[in-house]
């Protein structure tokens, strides 16, 4: 039986734990997954929510991960002004796309009460979406070369 990734109670003691955990997800699970928000230990407590020592491997308190096809939505006053700004356009808009779909996929972690860990509080692993090899490989994310490959290319180019 495959180990799950994430699920609630999850803990990580560190970030780069967090991180290699997310890249295992995502290469299993054929998405791209990115931080949509964060809160580091510094603006923790220079906010003055923090009361406990937090360990500096964690690098944040609070943290959210979200599907790249989620997308974000406007709010009212928002779509007004982009309403105005296409009117008042002369020239064509250029044609653009999204990978947005609505994706209600999320994983929010916040650090432990005593500070060691980042725990999985709440979590949607749900897409709405097909996830595809063909289309996962495809992602600017997964064509960027490793830092292995790069130093390679940069040795034969020069």
């Known amino acids: 039986m495959e180990e799950k990734h994430f699920f609630k109670g999850k803990l990580f003691g560190s970030f780069s734990e967090l991180s290699d955990t997310k890249q295992k997800y995502e290469q299993s699970e054929k998405i791209n997954i990115s931080i ?14 923090r009361k406990i020592e937090v360990k500096k491997d964690l690098k944040y308190t609070g943290l959210s991960y979200i599907c790249m096809n989620s997308g974000y939505y406007l709010s009212s006053r928002e779509k007004r ?9 002369d ?4 044609k653009t796309s999204t990978y947005s779909t609505g994706c209600e996929f999320f994983i929010k972690l916040n650090v432990t009460k005593d500070g060691q860990y980042l725990e999985v ?12 090899q063909i289309i996962f490989e495809n992602l600017p994310n997964q064509r960027k070369l490793s830092a292995e490959a790069a130093k ?6 020069g």
């Open 121 to 132: 509080k709440d979590m949607q692993d749900k897409h709405n979406h097909d996830t595809d």
């Open 152 to 157: 390679e290319t940069e040795v034969l180019m």
């Open 36 to 49: 949509r928000r964060s809160v580091t230990i510094e603006t923790d407590y220079k906010s003055g929510n």
């Open 81 to 89: 002004k982009l309403k105005e700004l296409e009117s008042s356009n």
């Open 91 to 94: 020239k064509k808009n250029r």
